[in-house]
């Protein structure tokens, strides 16, 4: 089966701009996360979906950070305007109901 | 929330050898996962273990909820063994997000 796709791979951006990332899960999995990972730390949940519904964005910047899923399927995540501490790989994940799960090879943010 | 410790937080071995990962977390939990987060960064999950043991290969993994570890063993070691080992558990309150420990950062050397 076809992995999680993320795009893009890396992406710089000056503070105060914005920024966009996509993910697409595997197929027939209802349920999608997007995290960040700080250099040297583990992934922290920003926003938990299942199907195309909110289930847990309590630890989203709302102030800045926005992310939809629409009909259930693709992601993105936006951050708006972007801070020097965002820096860091933002990975998207699947899974079915309960079960382990599978990550995108994650996007990479470098704010200057 | 829901703490997860790991040790050791760095190893460095030699290719052949074997090892034991240890992931402690402080409260009840429904399930596990361990992770192996390569030198490219791409995060692969290695075992969704709520309770026992599982094998896979070289590797294989030990959940005792009721005592709160897992263990994660590697037996003979080999290069492409290297990276960042996080295990993971429910944050809580329903979701099924994931707390992750700060990961042991292993390095094999030929």
């Known amino acids: 089966e076809a992995g999680v796709a993320q795009s893009p791979r890396y992406k710089i951006i000056e503070k105060r701009q914005s920024v966009a990332f996509w993910c697409n899960p595997i197929?027939?999995?209802?349920?999608l996360y997007w995290y960040q990972q700080i250099l040297g730390q583990g992934p922290k949940l920003l926003i938990q979906f299942q199907n195309n519904g909110v289930v847990d964005d309590s630890q989203l910047p709302k102030d800045r950070f926005s992310a939809e899923r629409l009909k259930g399927v693709d992601s993105t995540l936006k951050i708006q305007p972007a801070k020097l501490e965002d820096s860091a790989v933002y990975l998207c994940?699947?899974?079915?109901?309960?079960?382990?799960?599978?990550f995108g090879s994650g996007t990479r943010l470098t704010v200057v | 929330g829901i703490q997860v410790e790991q040790s050791p937080p760095d190893l460095i071995l030699q290719e052949g050898a074997n090892s034991t990962l240890r992931c402690n977390f402080s409260d009840s939990v429904n399930n596990l996962q361990w992770f192996h987060q390569n030198p490219w960064g791409q995060l692969i999950n290695l075992f969704y273990?709520?309770?026992g043991t599982k094998q896979n290969g070289r590797l294989s993994a030990t959940t005792v909820a009721t005592e709160r570890y897992s263990l994660l063993y590697i037996s003979s070691s080999q290069t492409t063994d290297s990276g960042v080992y996080f295990c993971?558990?429910?944050?809580?309150?329903?979701?099924?997000?994931?707390?992750f420990g700060k990961g042991t950062h292993l390095i094999i050397q030929p």
């Open positions: 197929s027939g999995h209802a349920t």
């Open positions: 273990i709520p309770s």
């Open positions: 994940a699947s899974s079915l109901s309960g079960g382990g799960y599978t």
């Open positions: 993971a558990v429910p944050s809580g309150g329903g979701a099924d997000g994931l707390t």
